[in-house]
């Protein structure tokens, strides 16, 4: 089972290829900067528990209409409101419309946040790969 404490050998020389930029941001750019990133961590988690992790051509369609981050390119503005637009279009758009997967996803989400910054970068990584290779659906 892949640990998501530990980068690896791939995930590293992923980082290195990454353009280095530092940006000095406060206590309430944080806290919006968060908002979106429940949203795509959201869309990520959802795909992961539906395709039991092993993603499919219709992964990068999934996690895009789930973030309105992507979908709409109108990030949430407080955590809470991710949240709820996360839950209503899981209820929406994909092939398995459940409350209860919908709200385990959440506590995915939750669970990754509290996993620390390594589990966090290695997801949004993963979802990188996953546009990365799928075809045309981040903008889309």
């Known amino acids: ?14 980082l ?3 353009p280095r930029k530092e940006f000095l941001i406060d ?3 944080t806290k919006t900067l968060l ?3 429940v949203d795509l961590l959201f869309g990520l988690c959802y795909d992961i528990r539906t395709t039991l ?3 499919t051509c219709e992964s990068p369609w999934t996690v895009t209409r789930l973030s309105t ?8 503005r407080a ?3 991710a949240v709820y637009a996360c839950l209503r279009r899981a209820l929406t758009y994909p092939l398995y419309r459940s409350w209860a997967v919908a709200c385990s996803t959440i506590n995915d989400v939750e669970h990754l946040l509290r996993a620390g910054r390594v589990a966090v970068l290695k997801a949004l990584l ?5 546009f990365a290779d799928g075809d045309r659906y981040l903008l889309n």
């Not at 089972?1 to 992923?14: D, F, I, K, T």
């Not at 981050?69 to 949430?76: A, E, I, K, N």
């Open 27 to 29: 206590h309430h750019q």
């Open 53 to 55: 992790d092993d993603p």
């Open 1 to 14: 089972e892949e640990s998501w404490r530990v980068l690896g050998g791939r995930e590293r020389e992923a």
């Open 35 to 37: 908002a979106p990133l």
């Open 126 to 130: 993963r979802l990188r790969t996953l």
């Open 79 to 81: 955590p809470s409101d």
């Open 69 to 76: 981050s992507f979908s709409w390119l109108d990030p949430p």
């Open 16 to 18: 290195m290829r990454l």
